[in-house]
């Protein structure tokens, strides 16, 4: 059974820092896709970061510049540091898992997901 335990969430200032983590039981988790999403209130689930097995990232504009995503194959667990956060960055914030090569951007293509962490920026 496959599962994903996000951590690391909670609140901060705007300008502030936040490292989320994520510890998977995936059993091909060195050559999976790790992703990690975020839905505020009344909108839609929207990727923020992506990383694969050779350690290639993607980034959304919004955070590209202030996130970074990292993954430790030996821990099974997948990070995503956050500095200068802003409000607008206030959601609740998923780790999702993909059986591929490349990194989606569409929620439908992760196969498994955490139950996700609140992130709270404020102003």
């Known amino acids: 059974q496959v599962q994903l335990v996000e951590s690391g969430g909670g609140w901060v200032q705007a300008g502030g820092s936040l490292r989320l983590s994520c510890a998977a039981s995936v059993r091909t988790f060195s050559s999976s896709v790790m992703g990690w999403f975020r839905q505020a209130p009344g909108k839609e689930r929207e990727f923020v970061a992506g990383i694969r097995s050779g350690d290639s990232t993607s980034y959304t504009d919004s955070v590209k510049g202030r996130f970074t995503i990292s993954r430790d194959n030996a821990k099974n667990t997948v990070y995503l540091q956050m500095n200068s956060l802003k409000p607008e960055d206030t959601a609740v914030y998923y780790c999702?898992?993909?059986?591929?090569?490349?990194?989606?951007?569409?929620?439908?293509?992760?196969?498994?997901w955490g139950q996700g962490t609140q992130v709270t920026v404020s102003s």
């Open positions: 999702a898992a993909r059986v591929g090569f490349t990194i989606a951007t569409s929620p439908r293509e992760y196969d498994y």
